[in-house]
């Protein structure tokens, strides 16, 4: 993040400052916001700190909070693991792997596969959480405390 704004100050100051701006600048820069977004994304997953609405599991018994629990981590992963079917087909597709930046001259695979790596990092944290909530009594527990464990 730091690199980010450090490359985006100094794009701006060279451009009204100096009248010269660095050419590759928005495109490196956009390259490490999507690093981070899905990186980040991914931690969250794996921390298991992902948003969540849970006014409707506030009045459900503990045996149903497990249940709709479960069912939301299947379809997260469910979703995850599409992701990266999709991301995985278009960044291994020829025509996407000849494409090259006009600024960086760099291959733009690079940017698609960063992005790639960081959804299947999220489908595998969210498998682990599955394996978790079906074989670990531990979150039960705590279901049935109200979280206070």
Not at 64 to 73: E, G, H, W
Request: charged share 10%.
């Amino acid at each position: 993040m730091a690199l980010l704004v450090l490359i985006m100050v100094v794009q701006v100051a060279l451009r009204y400052f100096f009248n010269s701006p660095l050419f590759w600048a928005e495109e490196i820069s956009l390259q490490l916001l999507v690093l981070i977004t899905f990186f980040g994304v991914s931690f969250l997953t794996y921390k298991k700190n992902l948003l969540l609405v849970d006014l409707l599991q506030h009045y459900l018994s503990v045996s149903m909070k497990r249940l709709v629990n479960i069912l939301l981590v299947v379809v997260n992963l469910l979703i995850f693991v599409f992701l990266a079917y999709l991301f995985i087909n278009w960044s291994t597709d020829p025509m996407v792997q000849a494409d090259v930046s006009g600024t960086t001259g760099l291959p733009r695979w690079y940017n698609y596969a960063v992005a790639t790596a960081a959804v299947c990092f999220m489908a595998y944290h969210q498998f682990c959480h599955l394996l978790q909530i079906l074989f670990n009594k531990v979150e039960e527990e705590q279901t049935a405390a109200g979280g206070l464990l």
